[in-house]
């Protein structure tokens, strides 16, 4: 008996930290780790994310990979209706544990745009992690949508073989940090889709995924010279933030910076909470943040 209840504990707590249960999605899929911190850190297994990029829900067996079938379908997992004729190419893809994963090619080569549910896993933690990181003496901010940022295979290969680089180094530090800047447009008000004007500095950052800012130009420049800013507090980011007066929201790029172990003021400096790269691939928008100031 006493060696079947613990049979039963240990299959229904996280595997890495072993106290806490396993996380159970809404779709009644019952995960190996607890959550997103234990998964990164799961020992024995891959980190089981959800392949699709952009994604850091827990992935499920039952969609090969992916968290939910929505996923899987923009993932191109899903197979096509018999009447759609030929069977599309597959291409070895890495999942977040850097093994390889047969993915069928996606059916765009653009940038899309998740709409986060509020009620959701990813909208709880990203608002969990924004609440802690914005300090400020003169209020909050409510996060009042999230959109989440996948990139085409030409894109995200080129930021994953960059962190591969950088790991061949040594060990390198993932920080979350937050960019501001002109949104010219009306973000957020109109489902979510970026705009095509040259001057906004939220869509062109996010559509060349900082191959180039607003205008087209490859940088910005500040106290740290020539390069692509972000800081690791969103309340020193929202500083540059300015929205066009038809929207409510101001607008933010939520991102992750990859650094190497050994800092190299070439091509990258961390000064207080600000971070500058001067490679694009170094740094990866992941989400747009659409929040109003709060007193």
Known sequence: ???TANTLRRDTTCEACGVKPKYIDPNGMQHAYCGRSCARTGVGKGVP???????????????????S???????GMVPP???SPGPKTQIPTRNHSGTARPKLTPPADVVHLSDIPSSGTVWREFVREWNSKWLSHEGSALVEKLYEISYPAGISDSQDNYQQDIEATGQ?????TFHASQCICDMGTKGP?????????????VGSAFRGVAFGVPYNTGRQGKGLYSSRNPASADLFATSCLSSPYRVMIACDVVLPQHLDKNTSVVAGDRVVVRVPEAIVPRF?????KQA
């Open 172 to 176: 390198p530090r993932i920080l979350r």
């Open 49 to 67: 994310e959800c392949s699709l990029r952009g994604c850091s829900n827990l992935e499920a067996a039952a969609f090969n990979g992916f968290c």
């Open 193 to 205: 889709v970026l705009c095509k004007w040259k001057s906004c500095g939220i869509c062109n950052v």
């Open 288 to 292: 747009i943040v659409m929040y109003t």
């Open 81 to 83: 209706p018999p009447a």
């Open 1 to 3: 008996m006493i060696e």
């Open 69 to 75: 079938e929505e996923h899987a379908k923009k993932g």
